[in-house]
């Protein structure tokens, strides 16, 4: 049984630190509430919107890795280098996916502690994104070098647009 819930873990494409960022924005907020300015039935809609679009991002994403792996699928051992989908609009979409869900989260919650955290959590999963695309380039050589120039590393407005994406995703890639 704990041999099973650690492969599920191990699959779980959800980083330690949004996880971190997650509980200190809600302990924050109980400890200190910072609130948003503006109506709260405004926050309410953005970020629902925000988690929604996030929400729709994280299992497209997932869904389309799992697609394209032959075998057993683990997350953190590509068999494919995977272009499509989102992957055609990110190279890291379920990264993205994840930031919009806590901006999203934090907005509901009509906290600014979350304004205050994204960018220090940005800053460390930057780190690591930095080595998973090392580790790319290594497996999959000129392919990966092709796909990173045309591919931004996290979103592009004008990308996204031109994708027509859902409203809601392209203004959120405002915020990257």
């Not at 699959?11 to 302990?27: H, R």
């Not at 499509?84 to 906290?111: D, E, F, N």
């Not at 994204?118 to 580790?135: D, F, K, N």
Request: charged letters at 20%; proline letters at 8%; zero cysteines.
């Amino acid at each position: 049984m704990a041999t099973r819930l650690k492969e599920v873990y191990e699959n779980l494409p959800l980083p330690a630190p949004t996880v971190a960022a997650l509980a200190m924005d809600l302990l924050l907020n109980r400890l200190r509430p910072m609130p948003l300015p503006g109506s709260s039935s405004l926050h309410r809609m953005a970020g629902a919107g925000l988690v929604l679009a996030g929400v729709g991002l994280n299992p497209w994403a997932l869904a389309e890795r799992r697609r394209r792996s032959a075998g057993p699928f683990a997350l953190e051992e590509p068999e494919e280098l995977v272009t499509s989908g989102p992957y055609a609009i990110s190279r890291h979409p379920m990264y993205v996916g994840w930031w919009l869900i806590q901006l999203g989260a934090g907005t509901l919650a009509g906290s600014s502690w979350v304004l205050a955290t994204l960018p220090a959590e940005l800053l460390v999963e930057h780190r690591y994104i930095l080595g998973e695309e090392a580790t790319l380039a290594e497996l999959f050589g000129q392919s990966y070098a092709e796909y990173a120039e045309r591919v931004p590393r996290y979103l592009d407005y004008r990308r996204a647009q031109a994708a027509r994406l859902p409203g809601l995703v392209v203004v959120a890639a405002l915020a990257f």
